[in-house]
């Protein structure tokens, strides 16, 4: 049901403009969809739906866009050299550690820069934890950070 719902309302969004979540629900009860606000409030969150502007002074949901800025190396070095204090690793697991409310940037660009070896981050304030695998390339990972660095 919740995926039948969630599509729903992305078909929604995407066939007129919805400025509310009571718009929503009234489109979604049109359709047959019986719901709260406060689910569709946790499905807006699970969608990442964003609001858009719709015209001077108003504003729709929208479905979120892709990733498109330029995560390239020179930028990823850059969030590196401006904001990596130090890092170390064991087994395929890797602790870096950043000035302090910088640690979101840097796993967000790491997250998109496209290394297959890369499972995902965590990020803290001023700590990221890198999954990597297979175990045996975090040596070039970490290699390739330390060149970062240089």
């Known amino acids: 049901m919740k995926l039948r719902r969630q599509q ?3 078909d929604i969004i995407d066939e007129k ?3 509310t979540q009571t718009e929503l629900a009234a489109e979604l009860l ?3 969809i019986k719901t709260t606000q406060a689910t569709i409030s946790r ?3 699970e969608l990442q739906l964003v609001k858009v502007p719709k015209g001077p002074d108003s504003y729709r949901y929208a479905r979120p866009r892709q990733v ?3 995560w390239n190396n020179d930028r990823l070095i850059r969030l590196f050299r401006e904001n990596v204090v130090n890092f170390d690793f064991c087994e395929n697991l ?3 550690r950043t000035l302090p409310g910088a640690a979101h940037n840097v796993a967000f660009a790491l997250d998109h820069a496209g290394w297959k ?3 995902g981050t965590v990020a803290g304030d001023d ?3 890198l999954i990597i695998k297979p175990k045996d390339v975090v040596g070039q990972v970490v290699e390739r950070m330390k060149d970062f660095l240089r």
């Open 43 to 45: 499905d807006i969150k």
């Open 30 to 32: 049109a359709r047959g």
């Open 8 to 10: 729903v309302m992305l």
């Open 94 to 96: 890797i602790l870096i």
């Open 117 to 119: 070896e890369l499972l």
């Open 127 to 129: 700590t990221i934890l």
């Open 17 to 19: 403009p919805i400025t």
């Open 68 to 70: 498109d800025p330029p």
